[in-house]
C-alpha cells in the first residue's frame, strides 16, 4: 500500500516551458488537492477534485490547471512555468465520506519545482 | 477570516521532557477540525492528530496531545518524551464545514536536544 505517490520528485524548467505533475493514490480516496508551499510558509491549496471527472478552484489557483480523468490520479499542469511558481507541490487525498471538518488528508512526498 | 496563527517559529526541548507548541485559530463556524502535521527534514508531511470543534475530550495519540481550548480558540500540541526523531516542522492547520480546503499556519520548528 503505497499511499500518496507524486511524479517527478524534483524538475527544474525555464520560463515559458510547460510540464505536468503526476499525483496517484491506492486508498480509493474520492477527494483529491494540489498545495504549494513556500519557504517559510505553510501549504496554501492551488486546486481540488470532489470527485472523478470534478475539479475546482482553491485559494491559488492562477497559471494551473488540473485534470481528475481517474479516481487515483489527480494531476497538475503548468502550461507556461515563472519563477513565482518555484515551490514545493504537494498532492493530497482523503475519504471525503466522513463529513468535512473531520476528513483527514493524507500527504504524498512533494515534487521540487524550480523554475529559472 | 480563517486563520491559524503559530508564534513559535523555533524551539528546543531536551530530550524525554515534554513540549508544547501553540495554534490559535481565527473562524466564525462553529463546526470545524483542527489538524496538526509534522514534516522532516525529508519533507513530507505527516498526519498526527484531529480535534473536532464538537468534541468534548482533548484528542490523544500515543505520546501527541492536543489541548483543546475552545473559548481562547487554541490548539496547542503536547508532545510528551520528546525523542531525537521528533525533531522537525510542526504545522497547525484548521478545516471548517462549509470549506473543502486546509488553512496552514507557518509552522513551528523543534529541534530535540541529546
Known amino acids: 500500500n503505497a499511499g500518496v505517490t507524486q511524479t517527478p520528485k524534483f524538475r527544474v524548467l525555464k520560463t515559458g516551458q510547460s510540464m505536468t505533475l503526476l499525483c496517484a493514490q491506492d486508498?480509493?480516496?474520492?477527494?483529491m488537492y494540489w498545495y504549494r508551499q513556500d519557504p517559510g510558509m505553510g501549504l496554501r491549496l492551488i486546486h481540488y477534485?470532489?470527485?472523478?471527472?470534478?475539479?475546482a478552484k482553491g485559494e491559488v489557483p492562477d497559471g494551473y490547471n488540473v485534470s481528475r480523468l481517474k479516481k487515483q490520479n489527480f494531476l497538475l499542469g503548468l502550461e507556461s512555468a515563472a519563477p513565482s511558481q518555484t515551490s514545493v507541490y504537494f498532492c493530497?487525498?482523503?475519504?471525503?465520506?466522513?463529513?468535512?471538518?473531520?476528513?483527514?488528508?493524507?500527504f504524498g512526498p512533494g515534487t521540487r519545482l524550480t523554475v529559472l | 477570516a480563517q486563520k491559524i496563527t503559530q508564534t513559535q517559529p523555533g524551539m528546543f526541548v531536551q530530550e524525554k521532557e515534554a513540549v508544547t507548541l501553540d495554534c490559535t485559530y481565527d473562524?466564525?463556524?462553529?463546526?470545524?477540525?483542527l489538524f496538526w502535521y509534522k514534516q522532516p527534514s525529508s519533507g513530507e508531511m505527516i498526519f498526527l492528530i484531529y480535534?473536532?470543534?464538537?468534541?468534548?475530550q482533548n484528542a490523544t495519540e500515543g505520546r501527541y496531545s492536543l489541548n483543546f481550548q475552545k473559548a481562547r480558540k487554541s490548539a496547542n500540541l503536547v508532545i510528551s518524551a520528546s525523542q531525537l526523531g521528533d525533531s522537525a516542522m510542526y504545522f497547525c492547520?484548521?478545516?471548517?464545514?462549509?470549506?473543502?480546503?486546509?488553512?496552514f499556519g507557518s509552522g513551528t520548528r523543534l529541534l530535540v536536544r541529546p
Open positions: 473562524t466564525s463556524d462553529q463546526s470545524y477540525g
Open positions: 477534485s470532489v470527485g472523478e471527472g470534478t475539479t
Open positions: 493530497a487525498s482523503s475519504t471525503g465520506t466522513s463529513g468535512r471538518n473531520t476528513d483527514t488528508q493524507y
Open positions: 486508498m480509493n480516496h474520492e477527494y
Open positions: 480535534q473536532g470543534s464538537y468534541d468534548e
Open positions: 492547520a484548521m478545516r471548517e464545514d462549509s470549506s473543502y480546503k486546509l488553512i
